[in-house]
């Protein structure tokens, strides 16, 4: 089936540095999203991105993130400056509409600041 | 705010046996789509299951699900488990809010560990 991925799998900075995660999404999907999820806790919504735009954002989507899908390349998140409470696992996901389409998940990339 | 109460952690079966595991949620909102994802471990969480209509059973792999919004229930089941049917499972909601925006809210999800 169609498959989203996420570039890179692992990523260990130190805090303050910048890091950027990268999602390819299934080719035709027009929404997109980011996802965070701590050790031992749920899957959270960060954000929703759709036709260049944030659609909604979370309480977690803080100031130092920003996200952008420039010229249909990848869909990242960058993170600047990193903080130690932003180490989990972020999963990226697309779909072709929303409502009740399904959203396609990535592997996830895990986050390690130190 | 929405949530998805998955009351347990982990569950230990025996091959052959019949799997349920448990999604209750909460919403402000009358209508709501719920979601059973799939996470096998170094995977991508896939989508298992789908419903918003009331007391209509869903299937898909052996798996079905019926959603209750009576009791605002959507407990997956499967009548015999399988060794492969090991892996983490994910309860989700997405509240008819109106906004276009697709946001999934997740349980803490359920790990299914299936032996011989």
């Known amino acids: 089936g169609p498959k989203v991925l996420q570039i890179p799998s692992h990523q260990i900075i130190d805090m303050g540095q910048m890091v950027t995660l990268n999602c390819d999404p299934v080719?035709?999907?027009?929404?997109f999203y980011w996802y965070k999820q701590i050790l031992g806790q749920q899957m959270e919504f960060l954000v929703n991105?759709?036709?260049?735009?944030?659609?909604?954002k979370s309480k977690l989507f803080k100031d130092q993130f920003s996200v952008e899908r420039p010229d249909g390349s990848y869909f990242t998140l960058k993170i600047q400056p990193t903080a130690l409470e932003d180490s989990a696992v972020y999963f990226c996901?697309?779909?072709?509409?929303?409502?009740?389409?399904?959203?396609?998940f990535g592997p996830g990339t895990r986050l390690t600041v130190l | 705010g929405d949530s998805v109460t998955q009351k347990e952690g982990l569950v230990t079966l025996t091959e052959g046996l019949p799997v349920m595991l448990n999604c209750t949620y909460q919403?402000?909102?009358?209508?709501?789509?719920l979601f059973w994802y799939v996470h096998y471990l170094n995977e991508s969480p896939r989508l298992l299951l789908k419903?918003?209509?009331?007391?209509k059973r869903t299937e898909h792999q052996g798996f079905h699900a019926t959603l209750h919004k009576s009791s605002s229930s959507f407990h997956l089941q499967k009548s015999s488990a399988q060794l492969s049917d090991s892996a983490l499972y994910y309860c989700?909601?997405?509240?008819?809010?109106?906004?276009?925006?697709?946001?999934?809210?997740f349980g803490h999800g359920t790990i299914l560990r299936v032996h011989p």
């Open positions: 996901a697309s779909s072709l509409y929303w409502g009740d389409y399904e959203q396609y």
């Open positions: 080719s035709n999907h027009l929404y």
């Open positions: 991105f759709y036709n260049g735009k944030v659609m909604e």
């Open positions: 919403t402000i909102y009358s209508n709501a789509f």
């Open positions: 419903s918003s209509t009331d007391n």
């Open positions: 989700a909601l997405r509240a008819n809010t109106g906004a276009n925006t697709g946001k999934l809210t």
